[in-house]
T-cell receptor
Framework: DTAVSQTPKYLVTQMGNDKSIKCEQNLGHDTMYWYKQDSKKFLKIMFSYNNKELIINETVPNRFSPKSPDKAHLNLHINSLELGDSAVYFC???????????????FGPGTRLLVL | DAKTTQPPSMDCAEGRAANLPCNHSTISGNEYVYWYRQIHSQGPQYIIHGLKNNETNEMASLIITEDRKSSTLILPHATLRDTAVYYCIVRGYGGSQGNLIFGKGTKLSVKP
């Protein structure tokens, strides 16, 4: 009964390849996120997405694209992988805060990507 | 950029209270203080949040100063499993203001 799940847990691939990471949440949330944690352990938001808007961190290369087949899924597609893309990628979800402003996020276990 | 300042590391003896400080002197009136932690190799875990009143839940207590410029997360009886990096985050709501901006956090080591 995992709340936020990601697959695969580990991903090793060659430079130049295209890969996808899947994320699913069973919490009924309507907002999902992708974060990147680099080797220095800095955790940075990449995208936030609900059925109304996609907000993209301006530092994210356009090789990265989120795709949401439905409200419970937000997959991350990465084209032309580069060495610097090696990191741990975390998916998260939250309920739309409405007027309360409270938006607690629940994180998945992470996908460890290594680009060779 | 993160709007908070935390000590890079702290030690705590097992069974004792762990008090983790956070400065957020530029906090706005509609911004909440959130605490998350990240245990090694796991995803961040929500702990607690507050606006201006002190808060307590099954995991921790959050003490926010009257001027809201600083706060303290209290783990009342730290265990070895509380060893983690603790992040204090200030966030608003609406659009990108609602996104979590993680700083460097405080690495808490609970020792036997």
């Amino acid at each position: 009964d995992t709340a936020v799940s990601q697959t695969p847990k580990y991903l090793v691939t060659q430079m130049g390849n295209d890969k996808s990471i899947k994320c699913e949440q069973n919490l009924g949330h309507d907002t999902m996120y992708w974060y990147k944690q680099d080797s220095k352990k800095f955790l940075k938001i990449m995208f936030s997405y609900n059925n109304k808007e996609l907000i993209i961190n301006e530092t994210v290369p356009n090789r990265f694209s989120p795709k949401s087949p439905d409200k419970a899924h937000l997959n991350l597609h990465i084209n032309s992988l580069e060495l610097g893309d090696s990191a741990v990628y975390f998916c998260a979800s939250s309920q739309d805060p409405g007027t309360s402003g409270i938006k607690t996020q629940y994180f998945g276990p992470g996908t460890r990507l290594l680009v060779l | 950029d993160a709007k908070t300042t935390q000590p890079p590391s702290m030690d705590c003896a097992e069974g004792r209270a762990a008090n983790l400080p956070c400065n957020h002197s530029t906090i706005s009136g509609n911004e909440y203080v959130y605490w998350y932690r990240q245990i090694h190799s796991q995803g961040p875990q929500y702990i607690i949040h507050g606006l201006k009143n002190n808060e307590t839940n099954e995991m921790a207590s959050l003490i926010i100063t009257e001027d809201r410029k600083s706060s303290t997360l209290i783990l009342p009886h730290a265990t070895l499993r509380d060893t983690a990096v603790y992040y204090c985050i200030v966030r608003g709501y609406g659009g990108s203001q609602g996104n979590l901006i993680f700083g460097k956090g405080t690495k808490l080591s609970v020792k036997p």
